[in-house]
DNA sequence: CAAGCACTCTAGTATTCAATTGATTACTTG
DNA sequence: CAAGTAATCAATTGAATACTAGAGTGCTTG
C-alpha cells in the first residue's frame, strides 16, 4: 500500500463520518437524539418524515457510529453514541453562527430580533440557578424534561405555558430554555411572559450544551 | 412561515457544512489547509486531484465558510476560515477514533501497531520543552514549518532525515512532529530514529492541534 | 499588447444519494 | 400459532454530486 492508497482509504472512513451530517434531516434527528432517546415512530412523527424513511437515516447515522440503539420488544430506541457526537452537531452550528448572513436571516424571519430577549449565558445561569428570585423552566415536550434537566427547573411545555400561567409568581425572574439556541420553544415562552408582565429571559443555548460543558442535571420526577 | 418550514430551512443551511465535509479530498484539504495556506496547484500536486477538480473542491469548502482566499497575481492562495473549522475536522477525527475497527486497521496496515512508538502528549511535551536534552523534531515539508512550528523545534523533513542523521546527537531525546495524528511521517521519523539508536517518541498530535489549543508558536527562520 | 499562466467556469457523463412504495422480518400478545 | 405492530429491507425514481475536458477570465510579463 503506497501513501496515496493510504490516505485514500483513511479519508474515505472520515468522509463517512462527514457524509452522515450532510442531511438536514439526519441533523435534525442528531439535536432531536440530544435532548432524549427516541424510537422511529416518534422521530418520524416529530419531523414529518415516513417512517421507512427515519429507519434509513437512522442506518446512516449508526453505521457512521453517530448513533447508538437499544431495542425492547417490538421498538427500536435510539439515541447519541457518546458526547462526541454532540460536540461535532456543536461544531456545525458554531460555523453555522459564521454564516450569519443566511441563519440569521432565517432566524429572525421566524422569531424576529432575538437580541432583545437578553439571553443569559451557561455560567451566569449556574451562579444563580440557586436564587429564591430565579425560576428556571423548562419548556420542552415532558418526556425530554423527564430524560434530563436543569437542577431544579420546573417542567411547563410551551404550548401549555398560557394555560397555567397561574403556577408562576410575577415577582420571580424566570429564565426559560428549551433543545438549543436554534430551537424555538424558549423564544415564544419568554415572548408570551414578557407580554404579560413577567420579567422573562431565555437561556442562551439548551439542555444537551448543559449537560456536555459538565455542569450538573437532575433526572426523573415532574415539578 | 410555520414551524417545520422554518426548521427545513434552518437545517439546510447548517448542512451545507455537512456536505462540505461529505468528501474524503476535502478533508484532506482541510488537514492540508491547517499547516498553511496553498494554492490551488500546490493542493491538487499534493492530493493527485487535477487543478480543475481541486478547484471546485475549494469553490465548495468556500461557499462553507470553511476557507478564505487571498488572491495574489495569478494566484489564489487558501487557508482555513478560522479555528472553528479546524475544530470541526477535530470532531470528526474524534469520532473516527471510536470507528476503530476500520480505522485501525488502516493505520495498522500502513504503519505497524503505532503504540509501540510511546506517544507523549501535548501537555507533558510543553512541560519539557525546554529541557536541554530534549529536541523538538519538525518533520513536516518546509513550506509548513514556515508557516508556523512548536517553539524551538528545529525543521529535517523526513524525506531528508536519514541524510542528515549527522545533525542530531545520540544522547538527546528526540520528539517528532508532523500534521496530524493521522499523518505518517512522525511515525516513519520515529521509526527510523530508533532503528538507528536514538531515543525517539512521536507527539500525539499535530501542529495545528498545538496551535488550536493556544499553546505558544514560532514563525520563520529555519534553524 | 501579445503571450503565458493560474484559476475558474461550463457541459457532459457516470455515479451516488434521497425519498417512495411495497414487501419482509422480528417481536408481542391474544 | 395467528394476528398485529414496529422496524427494516429492496427496488425504483428523480435529484444531486464528482470528475473530466475544454473554453474562458484576469493578471503578469516580456
Redesign the interface.
Given at each position: 500500500?503506497g501513501?496515496?492508497e493510504?490516505?485514500?482509504?483513511?479519508?474515505?472512513?472520515?468522509?463517512?463520518?462527514?457524509?452522515a451530517?450532510?442531511?438536514?434531516?439526519?441533523?435534525?434527528f442528531l439535536d432531536l437524539l440530544a435532548q432524549r432517546e427516541w424510537n422511529v415512530e416518534e422521530l418520524a412523527g416529530e419531523t414529518?418524515l415516513t417512517v421507512a424513511n427515519a429507519s434509513q437515516h437512522l442506518q446512516i447515522l449508526r453505521a457512521?457510529?453517530?448513533v447508538s440503539v437499544r431495542r425492547d420488544g417490538n421498538y427500536a430506541y435510539y439515541r447519541l453514541?457518546?458526547d462526541?457526537?454532540y460536540?461535532?452537531w456543536?461544531?456545525?452550528?458554531?460555523?453555522?453562527e459564521?454564516?450569519l448572513a443566511?441563519?440569521d436571516r432565517?432566524?429572525r424571519?421566524?422569531l424576529g430580533n432575538r437580541d432583545e430577549l437578553e439571553p443569559i449565558d451557561a455560567l451566569t445561569l449556574l451562579g444563580r440557578i440557586q436564587d429564591e428570585d430565579l425560576v428556571v423552566l423548562d419548556v420542552r415536550p415532558i418526556p425530554e424534561y423527564q430524560a434530563g434537566h436543569l437542577p431544579g427547573a420546573r417542567s411547563i411545555p410551551v404550548g401549555e405555558l398560557e394555560a397555567r400561567l397561574g403556577e408562576l409568581r410575577p415577582d420571580q425572574e424566570i429564565v426559560a430554555y428549551c433543545r438549543g439556541p436554534?430551537c424555538?420553544y424558549a423564544d415564544e415562552a419568554v415572548e408570551l411572559l414578557t407580554a404579560r408582565g413577567y420579567l422573562a429571559r431565555r437561556f442562551s443555548h439548551g439542555f444537551p450544551d448543559w449537560q456536555v460543558a459538565g455542569l450538573p442535571v437532575e433526572r426523573e420526577g415532574i415539578s
Open positions: 500500500m501513501h496515496r493510504f490516505k485514500d482509504a483513511l479519508y474515505a472512513e472520515f468522509a463517512r463520518i462527514g457524509k451530517v450532510a442531511s438536514p434531516h439526519r441533523l435534525e414529518q457512521a457510529k453517530l453514541a457518546d462526541r457526537a460536540r461535532l456543536q461544531a456545525i452550528r458554531e460555523l453555522g459564521v454564516r443566511e441563519i432565517i432566524v424571519a421566524f436554534y424555538v
